[in-house]
């Protein structure tokens, strides 16, 4: 905003925009940009004004929270006049409207609505020294923040519940004129989407029988993602999310709070969680996806922000991985629910909190009942507002808002190496569980391999390798055909026992070192690297061949794989070798097919 700032904009305003502008007889609206969070909240809003040409966009920035970053690129992307903020408090307008108190607010020159970037107010302004108490002043609710010279600073102050009007008029009783009920269109957007929910589970990569484990945060340091004091569990969390999650019952993936990428930048955001995305954690868009990643989900692990509140009021399971109540208002909705809300156990095994919460779940009331007295009325409700503070009746037709959109296909790209269980029961059922760097040998039946994408970031672990995968185009020049590749594979890793080269989502083609080569294929319905670790189970049991098919289990789903191949298998006594049961396979260790006469 700083470059912007050096130039005052001459049209569709401007002393002399009545030479230039080709509509100059326009309603102005002004868009008061705080940072890039309170910013989206306006562009939900922004689409109420659509068909009308009696209607001006303009848009400024008042300069005045520390998250800067990417308010620029936001502004150019709405693509709307932008104005700097010593233009725009210098230029009358109809009606402005901000999803903030900050900034000089009081010096615009026109009608000034106000509306909520979040569950309603419940933030307290942080005390310098002990904890929150009723005494301390709420932030969006204390006379400092809703009073000019004793009077209410906005024209309209909207809430989405008359319990925050109540809390309004405890606080700063000379503000509740102010007070307009307008529902939430953040949640109202969200209400609208949830029969797509299929949909985004799908974009996420998110497979039939899989569950959507989201991990979720707002920002400062007592959040989840915050390191605050000694209890920084995030780094923990992470790697359980990864190690105790089987990767073919569980996805994974993070919603973080604007000002997180915003103050940190997002190429240190994605260095911290490098670790995480290769064991198959997908990062959200922050701006675009985290409804619909938020409708997506089977359970939310998150902490006091509004995206954990918004999970329960939709009756998704919620897990608090951070409790904090410090900067909360004792009697907002929002600090009664961290007071009810589960609690994960950051050092206790993370898959059976997980099981029992889904198991047990039963949605809680409060947070469905408070977050919005007008569920799917808050269109109707604003353009109502708007444009009896603008003075021009409303265009006719309905007043909606703008349907999520459908995200971009992220599937998991899994690249850290997988610890790979296997158990061949009695009627021929193959069960396989597969577990993302392991910091221990996962608990259960069955027998151990060790399975590498053969983009690993460690290149040692492809020498202790059983299966190495890839992912690719079967007509790749770059790679040669997928058996030229698997052949190279087995040749430069003697201790590897199959390649399988990944050619789409329902098919691989598979290698064995002294065995078959061919195809497998399946619904595209799991992994096809999963394919190739049942596979090698199946020929450890002697069998020379799957042409009858092979049945995979994994946690509740049954996966049918249909096989193509050429070539003889081993003997069922030299390949029983490959079958490692115990500990992590070291060097030492190994069972490999190189070592068969």
């Excluded at 005045?64 to 210098?90: H, M």
């Excluded at 004793?150 to 606080?171: C, W």
């Excluded at 020498?463 to 087995?490: C, F, K, M, N, S």
Aim: proline letters at 10%.
């Amino acid at each position: 905003m700083a470059e912007r700032s050096r130039e005052w904009v001459r049209v569709p305003v401007g002393d002399e925009a009545s030479r230039w502008a080709t509509r100059g007889r326009c309603r102005r609206v002004l868009l008061v940009v705080h940072n890039v969070t309170a910013a989206t909240r306006l562009l939900d809003v922004l689409p109420l004004f659509r068909d009308d040409l009696r209607v001006q966009l303009l848009a400024t920035c008042t300069g005045s929270s520390p998250f800067q970053s990417g308010v620029t690129e936001l502004l150019d992307s709405v693509g709307v006049p932008v104005l700097p903020w010593e233009q725009a408090v210098s230029t009358p307008v109809d009606l402005a409207i901000s999803a903030s108190l900050g900034g000089q607010l009081a010096e615009i020159r026109g009608q000034l609505v106000i509306v909520s970037h979040g569950i309603g107010y419940n933030k307290t302004l942080r005390p310098t020294t002990g904890s929150p108490s009723l005494g301390d002043p709420l932030f969006g609710l204390a006379p400092e923040w809703v009073l000019a010279d004793g009077v209410p600073l906005a024209d309209a102050m909207v809430f989405s519940h008359p319990e925050q009007i109540e809390r309004l008029g405890a606080a700063c009783p000379e503000a509740v004129p102010a007070a307009v009920l307008g529902g939430d269109p953040c949640f109202d957007r969200i209400l609208a989407a949830r029969h797509h929910r299929e949909r985004y589970r799908r974009a996420l990569g998110v497979r039939p029988g899989q569950r959507l484990v989201l991990l979720n945060s707002t920002w400062n340091p007592d959040s989840l993602f915050g390191d605050r004091g000694s209890d920084d569990v995030l780094p923990l969390l992470l790697r359980k999310l990864a190690s105790d999650l089987p990767v073919d019952e569980y996805r994974t993936a993070a919603v973080l709070h604007p000002n997180i990428w915003a103050a940190h930048g997002p190429g240190q955001v994605r260095l911290w969680l490098d670790r995480a995305a290769r064991a198959g954690l997908a990062l959200v868009d922050p701006l675009d996806g985290w409804r619909q990643a938020l409708i997506a989900a089977d359970l939310v692990i998150g902490d006091f922000g509004s995206v954990s509140y918004y999970a329960a009021a939709q009756g998704t399971p919620v897990l608090l991985g951070s409790a904090s109540l410090d900067g909360l208002g004792p009697t907002s909705p929002v600090a009664e629910f961290v007071r009810t809300a589960p609690r994960l156990d950051p050092y206790a095994p993370l898959l059976p909190q997980v099981e029992h919460q889904l198991a047990t779940h039963r949605p809680l009331t409060a947070p469905a009942e408070m977050t919005t007295s007008a569920p799917g009325r808050s269109a109707a409700l604003l353009r109502e507002l708007f444009y009896g503070l603008i003075g021009i009746p409303q265009p006719p037709g309905p007043a909606l808002l703008d349907p999520l959109p459908l995200p971009p296909y992220a599937p998991a790209p899994h690249t850290a190496p997988l610890r790979v269980i296997t158990r061949v029961r009695d009627d021929g059922v193959i069960e396989v569980r597969r577990f993302s760097e392991p910091v221990a040998e996962p608990g259960g039946p069955g027998d151990g391999h060790l399975a590498v994408h053969e983009d690993t970031l460690d290149p040692g672990m492809l020498d202790l390798a059983d299966v190495i995968w890839r992912h690719g185009d079967p007509y790749d020049p770059r790679l040669g055909t997928p058996q030229q590749w698997a052949a190279e594979v087995l040749d430069r890793y003697p201790g590897c026992s199959l390649a399988a080269y990944v050619m789409g989502p329902d098919a691989c083609t598979v290698r064995h070192r002294d065995g078959p080569t061919g195809e497998l294929t399946a619904r595209p319905d799991a992994d096809p690297a999963l394919y190739a670790s049942a596979f090698l189970a199946h020929l450890a049991t002697g069998a020379s061949d799957a042409t009858g098919g092979i049945i995979v289990r994994t946690g509740a789903a049954e996966h049918r794989i249909r096989s193509r191949l050429t070539g003889q298998a081993l003997p069922a006594d030299q390949v029983e070798g490959v079958q490692v049961t115990g500990g992590l396979l070291g060097a030492e260790d190994r069972g490999s097919l190189l070592d068969q006469p």
